[in-house]
Each structure stands twice: as structure tokens, then as C-alpha cells.
């Protein structure tokens, strides 16, 4: 009967200490799943944000002259690029030598900004070629767009930077996780290690 009790008290804690493991593995797992519902939902969100359907509806005559304006902004981009880089290049070489003559680089310097100047004019010119050419209704969604351009790229740089620190979260949960599982893992060892000579004494005390 002594036998029966102790078994009785031993299964009642081994039942806890399964009871204790399954909690605990919910624990360290629960950090893992919520990380991935944040990223489905704003994958999600991101989709529905999508404005295409704000686009406003361009005739083929508007097309085409957007189309114009377009490879005329992009051959002038070519240009202003090719200069950009050899300023650059020769930036780099005066800013290496030995003894750099400073006059020299902020010359170089106020030239490659010129240029960058160019470029965002030449942006801003194309611009208002292509809001020119449309009527009032068009202009106001061609408008729009603009802007919502503006806010997906910002949104993208900062989903970047967020998915960044997810990561980095991520990989510091990781290593929680399995720490947390070493522990667990050591804990019930010891706990069965426990269990087991108390068995043995319980047994030699019945026999």
C-alpha cells in the first residue's frame, strides 16, 4: 500500500511537471508567432494601400507626348550622370594626394552640385510638361499620385529599417528561446533525476 501511495504521489508530479513543460514551450514559441502576424499584416496592409486605382486615364495623344518628355528627361539624366561621376572621380583624386589643395576640392565640389541642381531641375521641368498637358480632373489625381508616391517610398525605407530591427530582435528571441529550452531541458533532468532515487528508496523502505 506504501508502494501504491508513493507511485500515486510520483505520477501526480510528473503530470505537474509535463503540465509546467507545455507552458513553458508556449511561452518561448509566443514571441516567434506574434513577429510573423505583424509581418502578414503589414504585407497585407501595404497591398491594400496600393493607389493604382487612383491613376487617372490618359488618352493616347497624352501618352504619347508623355512618352516624348519622358526619353527627352531620361537623355538629359544620361548626360548629367556622366559628368557627376567623372566630377566625383576627380573629387576623389584631389581629396587623396598628400597635401590636398582645398581650393581645388570646393571648386570640384560646387561643380558636382551644379549639376546635382540640374538634375532636380530637369525633374521638375518634366514635371510640369507632363501636368501641362492634362485637364484639371487629371491634374488633380496626377497630383495625388505624386504625393503617394512619395509616402511608399518613405513607408519603404522605414519597413526596411523596421524589418532590420525585427531581425535583429529576432535572432535575440532565438537565442532566448533556446537558452530558455537548455534550462528546461537541465531542469527536467534533474527533477526525474530526483524522481527516480526517490522511487529507489521508496522501494528498498516497502521491500
Do not use: C, W
Not at 597635401?99 to 530637369?122: C, F, G, H, R, W
Not at 480632373?137 to 495625388?144: G, I, P, T, W, Y
Amino acid at each position: 500500500m506504501v508502494l501504491s501511495a508513493n507511485n500515486h504521489i510520483n505520477s501526480k508530479k510528473m503530470k505537474k511537471l509535463f503540465s509546467m513543460l507545455v507552458m513553458l514551450a508556449f511561452v518561448l514559441t509566443l514571441p516567434a508567432q506574434e513577429q510573423k502576424k505583424e509581418i502578414v499584416i503589414k504585407r497585407e496592409g501595404m497591398m491594400k494601400a496600393n493607389p493604382a486605382h487612383l491613376a487617372p486615364q490618359f488618352t493616347p495623344e497624352q501618352q504619347k507626348q508623355m512618352a516624348d518628355f519622358k526619353l527627352n528627361l531620361q537623355k538629359e539624366m544620361i548626360q548629367i550622370d556622366n559628368q557627376l561621376n567623372e566630377k566625383k572621380a576627380q573629387l576623389k583624386t584631389l581629396e587623396q594626394v598628400e597635401k590636398p589643395n582645398m581650393k581645388s576640392v570646393y571648386a570640384k565640389i560646387d561643380e558636382i552640385t551644379n549639376l546635382q541642381n540640374q538634375k532636380m531641375k530637369a525633374a521638375a521641368t518634366h514635371k510640369n510638361n507632363v501636368r501641362s498637358i492634362l485637364t484639371d480632373e487629371q491634374r488633380v489625381k496626377f497630383d495625388l499620385m505624386q504625393g503617394k508616391g512619395m509616402m511608399h517610398k518613405r513607408g519603404d525605407m522605414t519597413m526596411m529599417r523596421r524589418g532590420g530591427n525585427m531581425m535583429m530582435h529576432k535572432g535575440g528571441d532565438n537565442k532566448m528561446q533556446q537558452q530558455g529550452r537548455m534550462m528546461l531541458m537541465s531542469k527536467q533532468r534533474q527533477m526525474m533525476g530526483k524522481e527516480g532515487q526517490k522511487l529507489h528508496k521508496d522501494e528498498v523502505i516497502t521491500d
